[in-house]
């Protein structure tokens, strides 16, 4: 590592830091009622303003080339203020991997040439399901140099604040699965009423129908599982940065608490139990951030189909978040658990993130059926 990686690294880590400190933690309980309650617009300008939703475009439209540790470093740093945020930074980034693979790179500079806000900037995309695991799709058919799309994408995650969405669907007469990047200024789209969910609040996510609306191929016919694959790795690893940054939140949060609550005349942290309790979260923590650095400067990150070691890698770490902020919760012995110091909206987080790209039991074993071939 040179010297001015380092230098760009450690600029990374305090804007972020920055950024969320300063920014989203006065509103982090607010943003949280969303769509009870309005959501402050003037931070995701903020973001848009520090580039955190250009980050992996490539170098010649303002990004880093998708460089997945600065990318990382962003995520670990936000979500451990408000994991809702580095989601939105998250799901952008992963339709824009899908455009690149695809090598429709173009359709991106169109997207940069005509932005006026974040709003016209973000893509929005389903990045709670697996495409190929749900049986609500919508349909394509061809009409002359350009498709139709009719039908329904649920959950499509920013989709009620983007300009445009990349949405998977099946053409008609072969079934063949393709993406396609639709405008949602559309008149023939309709987005839905903002879905309420476990958690991520603060990441709006909303139903999006479709009635005869033309929409532009990404990439080739038929090669949207390709292009899903090859990104799936990398963005599994990036997601697994988030889990890692809600859990390093938790811990630092229940740590402080302990080291300042008195009981029986010591800290409660000087309890042996609660020791416990807090190495347990420690250890966890920093496995998980070890075991990202390490993958992300072993390489990954490289778009490559396949990549087994970085997902047996990271999909623990998300099953880890949900145990390692379930302790945080108890670590306050119930004290301002919910809005002093947010541990129960980390917890619910943490077992939202848990269906990032599908299903956590249906990733598991889908990872076991790779496995297997592997072994043969």
Same mark, same amino acid.
């Given at each position: 590592?040179?010297?001015? @990686?380092?230098? #760009?690294?450690?600029?990374?880590?305090?804007?972020?830091? *920055? +950024?969320?400190?300063?920014? %989203?933690?006065?509103?982090?309980?607010?943003?949280?009622?969303?769509?009870?309650? @309005?959501?402050? #617009?003037?931070?995701?300008?903020?973001?848009?303003?520090? *580039? +955190?939703?250009?980050?992996? %475009?490539?170098?010649?439209?303002?990004?880093?080339g998708g460089h997945l540790k600065k990318l990382v470093l962003i995520l670990e740093n936000i979500a451990e203020t408000d994991a809702g945020m580095a989601v939105m930074i998250l799901i952008n980034a992963m339709a824009q991997e899908i455009i690149l693979q695809?090598?429709?790179?173009?359709?991106?500079?169109?997207?940069?040439?005509?932005?006026?806000?974040?709003?016209?900037?973000?893509?929005?995309?389903?990045?709670?399901?697996?495409?190929?695991?749900?049986?609500?799709?919508?349909?394509?058919?061809?009409?002359?140099?350009?498709?139709?799309?009719?039908?329904?994408?649920?959950?499509?995650?920013l989709g009620n604040i983007s300009g445009q969405a990349l949405v998977?669907?099946?053409?008609?007469?072969?079934?063949?699965?393709?993406?396609?990047?639709?405008?949602l200024k559309a008149g023939s789209v309709r987005t839905g009423d903002p879905v309420i969910s476990l958690g991520l609040h603060a990441c709006p996510v909303?139903?999006?129908?479709f009635h005869d609306t033309e929409a532009m191929i990404i990439g080739e016919k038929g090669k949207a599982p390709d292009y899903f694959n090859r990104m799936y790795g990398t963005f599994m690893l990036a997601g697994a940065s988030i889990a890692a940054g809600i859990m390093r939140g938790a811990f630092d949060d229940a740590l402080a608490y302990c080291r300042n609550?008195?009981?029986?005349?010591?800290?409660?942290?000087?309890?042996?139990?609660?020791?416990?309790?807090?190495?347990?979260?420690?250890?966890?923590v920093k496995n998980a951030e070890t075991m990202i650095a390490c993958l992300c400067e072993g390489g990954a990150g490289k778009g490559t189909e396949g990549d087994e070691g970085i997902i047996s890698a990271s999909i623990p770490i998300f099953d880890q978040a949900r145990?390692?902020?379930?302790?945080?919760?108890?670590?306050?012995?119930?004290?301002?658990?919910?809005?002093?110091?947010?541990?129960?909206?980390?917890?619910?987080?943490?077992?939202?993130?848990?269906?990032?790209l599908g299903r956590a039991t249906l990733k598991k074993l889908n990872f076991l059926k790779s496995f297997y071939k592997l072994a043969s």
């Open positions: 590592m040179t010297t001015s @990686d380092e230098r #760009e690294y450690k600029l990374l880590i305090n804007t972020s830091r *920055d +950024f969320a400190k300063k920014i %989203l933690l006065p509103h982090r309980e607010e943003n949280d009622r969303y769509p009870l309650a @309005d959501m402050d #617009e003037k931070i995701m300008e903020k973001a848009y303003e520090l *580039d +955190f939703f250009h980050v992996w %475009l490539p170098e010649e439209l303002g990004g880093f695809a090598g429709e790179g173009k359709a991106l500079a169109d997207i940069c040439t005509r932005e006026k806000s974040v709003h016209d900037f973000l893509i929005a995309f389903p990045a709670f399901t697996n495409p190929f695991e749900t049986s609500s799709v919508a349909n394509a058919r061809k009409k002359g140099d350009t498709y139709i799309l009719n039908g329904e994408t649920p959950y499509v995650v998977y669907a099946k053409i008609e007469g072969d079934d063949s699965d393709s993406f396609f990047l639709v405008d909303c139903d999006v129908c609550r008195v009981q029986g005349g010591r800290p409660i942290g000087n309890w042996s139990e609660l020791q416990l309790m807090l190495s347990h979260m420690a250890l966890t145990d390692v902020t379930s302790s945080g919760i108890q670590a306050l012995g119930g004290y301002g658990y919910m809005e002093d110091y947010s541990q129960e909206k980390r917890f619910r987080d943490a077992q939202h993130l848990q269906s990032f």
